[in-house]
């Protein structure tokens, strides 16, 4: 069965520091990745997905992240944070065929932005 | 506007209670799906829908019930609710493609008293 591993609960960082948050999953073939984020409140936004091709993929609001095969990882990353990317972070895969893109998520990282 | 919407947006019921938490999509997209949000899990998924008269269990499907009779809507009932089932519940929807992404509603957030 298919899961994914936010390892980071909650994440501290100060505005204008870099950022990485770590998503592990496990599938049975290369899926689709997603890293969506959750303002509070409110619904889920997609940042950035991958399927194929270029394994640094970039998303909205300066996210980007890396697909690395060899470590079933798939982070998210930017350079500098800024006080508004304070939510929650959710890592998500889904299937390449079939599955009708059901998503299977992560716990998710609670990222917190020190001023 | 064109989106998708939930109601209610907060519900406070009694254990045994019948609830109704509703889901509608402007956009005619084909799936559409339903998932809690609790601490420490993350989102897992309740029940998903591939099209009107079409619907199938996701992770946590024990104790709801889900229709889908127009492409648009696609209610969730939990016929006798119980504390467990207090969550923050979400519909997504997505058109076909593979890897399509998953527009979210806002959330309902249930509390059973």
């Known amino acids: 069965a298919q899961s994914v591993t936010q390892p980071d609960i909650h994440i501290t960082v100060s505005e204008g520091a870099s950022l990485e948050l770590r998503c592990n999953y496990s599938?049975?073939?290369?899926?689709?990745l997603f890293w969506y984020v959750q303002s509070p409140g409110q619904g889920l936004q997609l940042l950035l997905k991958?399927?194929?091709?270029?394994?640094l993929v970039q998303g909205i609001k300066g996210f980007e992240a890396e697909f690395k095969r060899s470590q079933s990882s798939f982070n998210l990353r930017k350079p500098s944070v800024h006080w508004s990317d304070a939510a929650e972070y959710f890592c998500?895969?889904?299937?390449?065929?079939?599955?009708?893109?059901?998503?299977?998520f992560g716990t998710g990282t609670q990222l917190k932005v020190e001023l | 506007d064109a989106g998708i919407t939930q109601s209610p947006r907060y519900k406070i019921t009694e254990t045994g209670r019948q609830v109704t938490l509703m889901c509608h999509q402007t956009?005619?997209?084909?799936?559409m799906f339903w998932y809690r949000q609790d601490l420490g899990h993350g989102l897992r998924l309740i029940y998903y829908?591939?099209?009107?008269?079409?619907?199938d269990k996701g992770e946590v499907p024990d104790g709801y019930v889900v229709s889908r009779s127009k492409t648009e809507n696609f209610p969730l009932t939990l016929e006798s609710a119980t504390r467990s089932q207090t969550s923050v519940y979400f519909c997504?929807?997505?058109?076909?493609?593979?890897?399509?992404?998953?527009?979210f509603g806002e959330g309902s957030r249930l509390t059973v008293l």
């Open positions: 997504a929807s997505s058109d076909l493609r593979p890897g399509g992404e998953l527009f």
């Open positions: 599938y049975g073939a290369t899926p689709y």
């Open positions: 991958y399927f194929s091709g270029d394994t």
């Open positions: 998500a895969v889904g299937p390449i065929t079939g599955g009708g893109n059901k998503l299977t």
């Open positions: 956009w005619s997209h084909s799936y």
């Open positions: 829908s591939a099209a009107a008269d079409i619907t």
